[in-house]
């Protein structure tokens, strides 16, 4: 979930949303971006492979530490029932 480099600050996140998720539908496509816009965060959907999944990308306009975005978005999404679906609770990957 920490973007695409593993350093100590970070200018981005990625939420990656597997292409057989419950979540890669337009619905659920709606769903989660309406749950970040609602505290600011805009995602912006890229397919991520030929296997047609998605990287929801969301962007800072400064760096910012890396463990406070993986920690903080961890816990936003917990309690939305997002976290049954995580495959990979370090990167956030969305089965």
């Not at 597997?18 to 965060?41: N, Q, R, W």
């Not at 917990?78 to 495959?87: G, K, L, T, W």
Request: glycine letters at 8%; one cysteine or more.
């Amino acid at each position: 979930m920490r973007g695409c480099y593993w350093g100590e600050e970070t200018r981005h996140g990625v939420l990656d949303v597997d292409a057989g998720s419950k979540y890669h539908t337009p619905e659920g496509l709606k769903e989660i971006t309406s749950d970040f816009a609602a505290v600011g965060i805009a995602l912006v959907p890229y397919q991520s492979s030929e296997s047609g999944g998605w990287h929801l990308y969301f962007y800072f306009d400064k760096a910012v530490l890396s463990n406070e975005v993986e920690t903080t978005i961890k816990d936003y999404l917990r309690p939305r029932r997002y976290e049954d679906q995580i495959r990979n609770p370090r990167s956030l990957s969305f089965r």
